[in-house]
Antibody, heavy 119, light 110 residues
Framework: QLQLQESGPGLVKPSETLSLTCSVS??????????WGWIRQPPGKGLEWIGN???????YYNPSLKSRVTISVDMSKNQFSLKLTSMTAADTAVYFC???????????WGQGILVTVSS | QSVLTQPPSASGTPGQRVIISCSGS????????VSWYQQLPGTAPKVLIY???QRPSGVPDRFSGSKSGTSASLAISGLQSEDEADYYC???????????FGGGTKLTVL
């Protein structure tokens, strides 16, 4: 059974860069035709897709965040990561890592990590 | 405001059938498959339906999905108290090149 677990800081200062890691267990992150993604949810609001990474390393980002986002993979650790630069209060959210069956049908999710942007 | 329009709320009594709609356009629902998620308070979303009408193993057959043109629907039959949650639809948008989620529907079991 595939399991995903987010890790990283719960508090980030404005203008700083957020770095989160998603550790994958129960399966290889490099398995064929697999996408891996990040989604976030501001408190009390809906879901926002941040981006997906194909197992080959190709990335697809939400245009609204594209200039600030980088998703990368560390196959040796079976992890993938999210970097989001120039954080503001509007980036305060629960950040989920997830794996879709295809592109948008996410069948495995991490538990989520609350990231607060505050000085 | 999401590109995919869902009613903000829905309700029903135990045993009833409830339908939640998701309205889009030709560039999203009209040309791509739809997935549906259930999110209980304080938890990660759980996929109920993918590829318009496919249920992952373990999802009760009380949940069903359908798509017609630029709209999709999630039907929940035999409503139970544990179905009280937020429900989201999702798809890909060919014009925006983005995965889009509906704004969510809060289901209350009366």
């Amino acid at each position: 059974q595939l399991q995903l677990q987010e890790s990283g800081p719960g508090l980030v200062k404005p203008s700083e860069t957020l770095s989160l890691t998603c550790s994958v267990s129960g399966g290889s992150i490099s398995r064929s035709n697999s996408y891996w993604g990040w989604i976030r949810q501001p408190p009390g609001k809906g879901l926002e897709w941040i981006g997906n990474m194909f197992y080959t390393g190709s990335t697809y980002y939400n245009p609204s965040l594209k200039s600030r986002v980088t998703i990368s993979v560390d196959m040796s650790k079976n992890q993938f990561s999210l970097k989001l630069t120039s954080m503001t209060a509007a980036d305060t959210a629960v950040y989920f890592c997830a794996k879709p069956v295809g592109v948008h049908d996410f069948d495995y999710w991490g538990q989520g990590i609350l990231v607060t942007v505050s000085s | 405001q999401s590109v995919l329009t869902q009613p903000p709320s829905a309700s029903g009594t135990p045993g009833q059938r409830v339908i939640i709609s998701c309205s889009g356009s030709n560039s999203n629902i009209g040309s791509n498959t739809v997935s549906w998620y259930q999110q209980l308070p304080g938890t990660a979303p759980k996929v109920l339906i993918y590829s318009n009408n496919q249920r992952p193993s373990g999802v009760p057959d009380r949940f069903s999905g359908s798509k017609s043109g630029t709209s999709a629907s999630l039907a929940i039959s035999g409503l139970q108290s544990e179905d009280e949650a937020d429900y989201y639809c999702a798809t890909w948008d060919d014009s925006l090149n983005v995965v889009i989620f509906g704004g969510g529907t809060k289901l209350t079991v009366l």
